[in-house]
């Protein structure tokens, strides 16, 4: 224990248990999301996109670990909203901890299978106003940590937001894809023929506009594979 820990000791964001900010007790009350079809929202084996749900540069799936409930959702909350970096390091534990277990209902490439297949993790950019207001992107924060552990390929400015939106909480389905439209844009810099398969990540999936919107830029600029990841649904 350090001299911050004893001079401010962590307590449990939802319990107040004393010792973490995500305690297990009330960890393992939040249920594993299952896997859905990443456009019907319907159930899919292992979260691949239906034959029937396929679009040309759509998404061939998604991976939520957590439902958006309890402690997750308030640890997510509070890294986004309360610039509480100290919940995402404890947060991206416990996620790289639940992707290496085999035992859950989905299956997702392990680092070999990341390597050999040439994977690349990207994380979900904001626009660079907020960014600078908020001092950072939680995705990315997030992001660079789990890569760490799992030892994946990171590439956090393969894409770029052109433009501010308003906040998707705030919308309804229908309103979040036209406010999503044409906000993303690939980095000039970046040679997208040696970029073959992307694991995009965001924090919660909730229409997936976010992640359809950014998966149809990527494959339009020549990306063959794009999966989304977030911590929950």
Not at 116 to 124: D, E, K, M, N, R
């Amino acid at each position: 224990m350090n001299l911050a820990d004893l001079l401010f000791p962590k307590s449990c964001i939802t319990c107040n248990r004393q010792g973490q900010y995500l305690c297990k007790e009330c960890l393992n009350k939040i249920g594993l999301a299952k896997p859905i079809c990443p456009y019907c929202q319907k159930p899919s084996i292992d979260g691949f996109t239906h034959i029937k749900c396929q679009k040309v540069f759509g998404l061939d799936g998604v991976t939520s670990v957590w439902n958006y409930e309890g402690i997750i959702r308030k640890s997510i909350l509070s890294l986004k909203y309360k610039y509480a970096t100290q919940i995402g390091e404890e947060l991206v534990n416990c996620l790289a901890n639940r992707l290496l277990d085999y035992h859950l209902p989905f299956t997702f490439p392990t680092s070999n299978a990341v390597a050999s297949a040439g994977w690349y993790f990207l994380p979900i950019p904001i626009y660079w106003h907020r960014q600078n207001i908020r001092g950072f992107n939680q995705s990315i924060l997030i992001g660079n940590s789990l890569c760490q552990k799992m030892n994946w390929k990171f590439i956090p400015d393969l894409l770029i937001k052109n433009k501010q939106t308003i906040s998707q909480v705030e919308l309804s389905g229908e309103a979040r894809r036209k406010n999503l439209k044409n906000v993303f844009c690939v980095n000039p810099n970046y040679v997208l023929s040696t970029i073959y398969s992307v694991l995009l990540f965001d924090d919660v999936f909730t229409t997936g506009s976010t992640l359809h919107e950014a998966a149809k830029v990527l494959k339009r600029a020549g990306v063959k594979k794009v999966w989304g990841l977030t911590m929950a649904r």
